[in-house]
């Protein structure tokens, strides 16, 4: 799309965000396009309506009802405009435009608007991942003339990681410049301001045909994540293993273990905020990925290591965080095991080692890093761990406080980092005390490494 001489209504809502929508404001005015702005009231807490008035040379549409508001300024509004768009778009008003509530002029310029209209959500994490949003989200994306803008994932406003920040303005005018959103097909009926009523049998004001939205272009799933060269990650791949792993022993029954994913879920999101190409091998686990993460799902530790011995080429970081099931059932039934009361023994053989394999393939200029979670003489036994495996470093993890490891966001851990001195010849590691830390923090140390190790590399 053109954006010289285009009509873009901006709607702005409550969201920390909001500030970012006078920068958007001002892309869109130097591509050419005349812009006018609506707010909640919400917004008006974030950025004063004066700010987008002054920089929009136009009074700002704010409330219903007033006398602030002219009588039919939100059929105007619309109707004037070519694309609306609403930056940034909050967990309330997005349900309100799933549900068909029109209280207010962002929501009340949704509904009466004919022209595309795109949406870029912003918030935590948490309001981003709830049902109630990502419903409301689905039921947009199916709406004509609708575009729903993906989150990408970050660090956010109040400190959290996680999707839910505003895609950056010079992005969103990137992808409007690239998409092919068609131009307003307008109702019988409706015209625009100081535009002559049409009879409804002619084409549209505009001389254009009504199309509907080709869904494909309109879909933002498919764009690539953020990518900020300034970011320091910017150009390097990591490939995180994730979950756990479940080895069959029927059809029906498995041996796993407890790994929730959420670790790996704040390594991925970690690296996503630094720049990095972020790919994972995720075994069954609860928690979710955020947007712009290649997944690739498994379910063995031999489909695992399949999988990483394949995609590591393509690595400079690659990050061994799964649980991975050191054994599995020597025979898988083909049927489900009948329950005959007596005594079942069921033999396992190992599984393949993913760690060791992937070091066995390392080029020099890549980085390795293990996990290992010991319930006793952990120093010791990761150390060992370390050495063995000749990764760069290894996370230990120990789940022996209360309320920290499996399923929590603490946990208590540290980063042994494996070191070849100039005078020796072996591998040496000094353990760092342990310590307890969010899954955040414990993310952050790794990403910290790996940029260290990629600098020196
Ligand atoms: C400091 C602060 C920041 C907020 N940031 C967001 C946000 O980024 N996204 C969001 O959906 N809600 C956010 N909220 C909550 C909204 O402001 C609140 O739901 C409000 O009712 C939204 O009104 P609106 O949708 O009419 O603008 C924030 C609230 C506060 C106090």
């Known amino acids: 799309m053109n954006l010289a001489g285009k009509k873009v209504l901006l709607g702005v809502s409550g969201g920390i965000a909001a500030y ?5 404001l001002r892309l869109l005015q130097k591509k050419g ?6 707010m909640t009231e919400a917004a008006t807490q974030f950025v004063a309506p004066l700010t987008f008035a002054s920089l929009s040379k136009c009074p ?3 409330k219903n009802g007033t006398m602030e508001a002219r009588p039919f300024q939100h059929i105007d509004f619309p109707r004037w405009a070519d694309l609306y768009l609403v930056v940034p778009a909050t967990a309330n008003v997005i349900g309100k435009f799933a549900c068909g509530i029109a209280d207010d002029p962002v929501s009340l310029c949704f509904m009466s608007c004919t022209c595309p209209r795109v949406i870029a959500p912003a918030m935590n994490v948490a309001m981003y991942n709830s049902p109630a949003v990502k419903r409301n989200l689905a039921v947009l994306r199916e709406f004509e003339n609708t575009t729903v803008l993906e989150s990408p994932a970050g660090v956010l406003a109040c400190g959290e990681v996680g999707q839910g920040r505003l895609m950056e303005p010079a992005e ?3 992808y409007l410049e690239g998409a092919s959103l068609p131009l307003a097909p307008v109702s019988p009926g409706c015209t625009k301001v100081g535009e002559p009523v049409e009879p409804s049998a002619t084409p549209s004001p505009r001389g254009s045909t009504p199309k509907t939205p080709d869904a494909s272009v309109l879909k933002t799933a498919e764009l690539p994540p953020a990518q900020d060269p300034t970011l320091p990650g910017y150009g390097k791949k990591v490939l995180i293993t994730a979950g756990r792993t479940e080895e069959a022993i029927d059809p029906v029954r498995y041996i796993s273990n407890r790994s929730s994913g959420k670790t790996a879920v704040a390594i991925a999101a970690t690296f996503l905020a630094n720049g990095f190409d972020v790919s994972v091998v995720a075994g069954p686990m609860e928690a979710e990925f955020p947007g712009g993460v290649h997944v690739t799902k498994i379910k063995s530790a031999r489909d695992m290591h399949k999988a990483v011995l394949e995609q590591m080429k393509n690595a400079d970081v690659l990050v061994h965080c799964a649980a991975v099931a050191d054994y599995r059932p020597k025979v898988a039934a083909t049927e489900k095991i009948k329950d005959s009361r007596s005594q079942l023994i069921l033999e396992l053989e190992p599984n393949p080692n993913i ?13 390795i890093i293990g996990f290992a979670l010991e319930t006793d003489h952990f120093k ?11 990764a760069d470093a290894l996370l230990l993890n120990a789940p022996v406080a209360a309320n920290s490891g499996f399923g929590f966001d603490e946990v208590r851990y540290t980063l042994i980092r494996a070191a070849v001195p100039a005078n020796a010849n072996a591998v040496q590691v000094e353990i760092p005390e342990m310590k307890m830390g969010s899954k955040i923090d414990l ?3 790794i990403v910290d490494f790996s940029l260290d190790k990629l600098k020196n590399a």
């Open 443 to 445: 993310a952050q140390e």
């Open 172 to 174: 969103i005018v990137a």
């Open 33 to 38: 396009a005349e812009v006018r702005v609506c």
């Open 60 to 62: 700002v549409y704010l």
């Open 355 to 367: 760690l060791r394999d992937s070091v066995a393939q390392k080029r020099a200029d890549q980085v």
């Open 20 to 24: 970012k929508s006078c920068e958007l």
């Open 380 to 390: 010791e036994h990761a150390a060992e761990k370390l050495k063995k495996s000749g």
